[in-house]
């Protein structure tokens, strides 16, 4: 029997893992990090212990001090969540020889599926359909090697996951180019610069079956997750079943998953992934050894608790009648919520959570790492939370989640929130006509455009405003906001939001309030309900509507049943030393330069690379604007940069 668990992980992971423990009478310990003290996961356990610095390869890769933690606060099993050290053979291996259970499949199984070529080789063997592909060495003749397996290729890294040191190719010219840049960015994510090529089928399905083994040789299929849309080939909504797969396809991927499963003696809970082709024939991708973070859709359709059964397990609890027996019921879908700036290419953002509110009604679930007050940092994965909903039907559930999204108040960094609520009612999806390709034929832009409503919203924030005024005057706080007992010009305020300037005139009279946005009235008939400096409630055209109104640092957060809105207000007065020189090249996001291609008095062309940054382990290559020379090198190998500062300036 476990009695004491430590979390080798953070965010919801590690509180989510935390929450079936103490239910089923286990004490915890947290690891974190600098970034991470005070975080909800560390408070959350019985126990915190901290791994000094903030960079995962000091911190949650460090296995030697995760162990040293386990060893100092008494735990005598590890459980590792996903990513970091879930699939590190070395790790589990150091657990078993520590006299501590390690929460997942044996260090051999591990091992097989760590290096993809290997996983490929090993299914192969056991009759699970796989893709041609090669590893790449130095000695690698890529062009040869390419053809012979066909364009367009997949350069992918051999170890690791979550779409990092992964390039697609179309054709020989970009070849070399893209296994260097797979090979850095593979090394950087997962310490190990291996990569291979293989056979890239152009937007396949991306199906996977979850599978839970037992110590006595039993293993099971716990039905499928349809993980088609992705960005950067990392998955950003999930569901189960998936909508493409019938009971006769279900019964062939889930034989071919246990028969990959029995191939490799595997324990615990784990995930055999699959591209499914048009004409319905699947290809083996790989094993993932570990827990899923899209794990969620399959506990809510079977009602299990698949931490709770790795736990068992771990213990050498044999499969219990509810897995052998499990049944699919209704229909569950899980987002990824993220802290990212879509319209910018799915740039990382981050900041600090002024509020973080996301409703769960019944059937709706949220898996939140954050709250309000938490920082978003450039050191990790930008998740906020995993929000999913179930159903009785597909549409049911996506409905009731695009719901959540939509009256989440999620206010002080950049999310892919509006995407989310998108994708949730585009007819195609709703189709169930989903594949990798969906957001190629779906602008993200326009999938995550606002739903309407920009210039209520401004309006709201700037009655707010003008009441927040008013409750802090020291002469007459009790009178109306923007009453004049005389007439006047109206009061204004001028709000950016999304590339929008929106300016707006009020004014509040006896005859009732005056109000115009961008010189436009919003209505034939407005009336002013109540404005509160957090609640502004408009009749317009006689529809009520409620604005919740939150500001912090000059940005107003309007949530409303149309939608949410950041409103940075304009200054009346601007800052002349605010404005960077002409032909300046601004970081995007908050980084480390990992390469500089030029130097200062260089000539380019539009579109050559001149710097790579890399945060969150994802790179971001910064390209000339224009023909021109490289007036200013601002920036160096290794730097650090904010977002928002000046790398280098180019003139034409």
Excluded at 406 to 426: C, F
Excluded at 481 to 503: C, F, H, I, K, M
């Amino acid at each position: 029997m476990i009695t004491k668990l430590l979390v080798a992980n953070r965010g919801e992971i590690a509180a989510r893992v935390m929450r079936t423990a103490h239910d089923l009478g286990i004490a915890t310990v947290a690891v974190y990090s600098d970034p991470d003290a005070g975080a909800p996961f560390a408070r959350l356990a019985d126990e915190a212990v901290r791994l000094p610095g903030a960079a995962a390869a000091d911190t949650y890769l460090r296995g030697d001090l995760v162990i040293a933690a386990a060893r100092a606060t008494g735990a005598d099993a590890i459980h590792p969540g996903y990513g970091f050290l879930s699939e590190n053979a070395g790790f589990a291996r150091d657990c078993a020889e520590a006299g501590i259970t390690f929460v997942g499949p044996s260090p051999e199984a591990i091992a097989s599926m760590g290096s993809k070529v290997e996983a490929k080789a090993r299914m192969d063997a056991a009759g699970v359909p796989v893709l041609p592909g090669a590893t790449v060495t130095d000695d690698t003749d890529l062009a040869a090697v390419a053809a012979g397996i066909g364009f367009p290729v997949l350069v992918k890294a051999a170890f690791g996951g979550g779409g990092r040191g992964m390039r697609v190719v179309h054709d020989e010219t970009a070849l070399a180019e893209a296994v260097e840049g797979a090979r850095r960015e593979a090394a950087s994510a997962f310490g190990d610069g291996t990569v291979f090529l293989e056979r890239f089928v152009v937007d396949p399905r991306h199906v996977e079956v979850q599978i839970l083994g037992d110590t006595h040789g039993e293993v099971v299929h716990l039905f499928e997750r349809e993980c088609s849309i992705q960005r950067r080939y990392q998955k950003i909504v999930e569901e189960c079943p998936s909508p493409a797969v019938d009971d006769a396809l279900r019964a062939e991927l889930g034989a071919a998953a246990v028969a990959a499963g029995k191939a490799i003696g595997y324990t615990g809970a784990g995930t055999v992934e699959f591209v499914l082709d048009r004409a319905g024939r699947f290809f083996f991708l790989e094993v993932n050894t570990r827990l899923q973070v899209e794990h969620p859709v399959t506990e809510l359709v079977t009602g299990l608790d698949l931490v709770e059964q790795q736990l068992r397990v771990a213990e050498g609890e044999p499969l219990p009648p509810e897995v052998l027996g499990a049944r699919i019921g209704g229909h569950a879908i899980e987002v990824r919520l993220y802290a990212e700036d879509v319209p910018a290419g799915f740039l990382p953002a981050t900041g600090a959570l002024h509020r973080f509110r996301v409703p769960s009604p019944r059937g709706v679930r949220v898996d939140s790492g954050v709250e309000d007050g938490s920082v978003v940092g450039p050191h990790y994965d930008p998740m906020l939370a995993k929000v999913i909903a179930h159903g009785r039907t597909r549409h049911e559930a996506a409905r009731s989640l695009a719901r959540a999204l939509r009256h989440a108040e999620l206010h002080g960094v950049t999310t892919n929130r509006d995407l989310l609520v998108g994708i949730l009612g585009e007819a195609e999806f709703l189709a169930g006509h989903t594949d990798t390709g969906y957001l190629t034929r779906h602008d993200p832009v326009a999938l995550g455009a606002p739903e309407g409503g920009g210039a209520r919203q401004a309006a709201a924030a700037a009655l707010a405003r003008q009441a927040g005024h008013r409750r802090e005057a020291r002469v007459l706080p009790e009178m109306p906001s923007g009453w004049r007992n005389v007439g006047g010009p109206p009061q204004r305020a001028g709000y950016l939001a999304g590339g929008e300037t929106l300016d707006v005139a009020y004014s509040v009279r006896r005859s009732g309030l005056r109000l115009t946005v961008n010189g436009a009235p919003l209505g034939e008939s407005v009336r002013l309900v109540s404005a509160a400096p957090e609640l502004v409630e408009l009749e317009i055209d006689g529809v009520h509507r409620a604005y919740r109104v939150h500001t912090r640092a000059g940005t107003s957060y309007v949530d409303c049943p149309e939608g949410s809105a950041a409103l940075a207000e304009i200054p009346r007065f601007a800052d002349p030393d605010a404005a960077a020189a002409a032909g300046s090249l601004l970081a995007a996001m908050p980084g480390a330069v990992v390469r500089v291609l030029v130097a200062a008095g260089d000539e380019v062309v539009t579109g050559q690379a001149l710097l790579v940054l890399e945060a969150m382990k994802m790179e971001h290559t910064v390209v000339a604007p224009v023909d021109g020379s490289v007036a200013e090198l601002r920036v160096r190998l290794g730097d650090q940069v904010d977002t928002g500062q000046v790398l280098a300036v180019v003139e034409e």
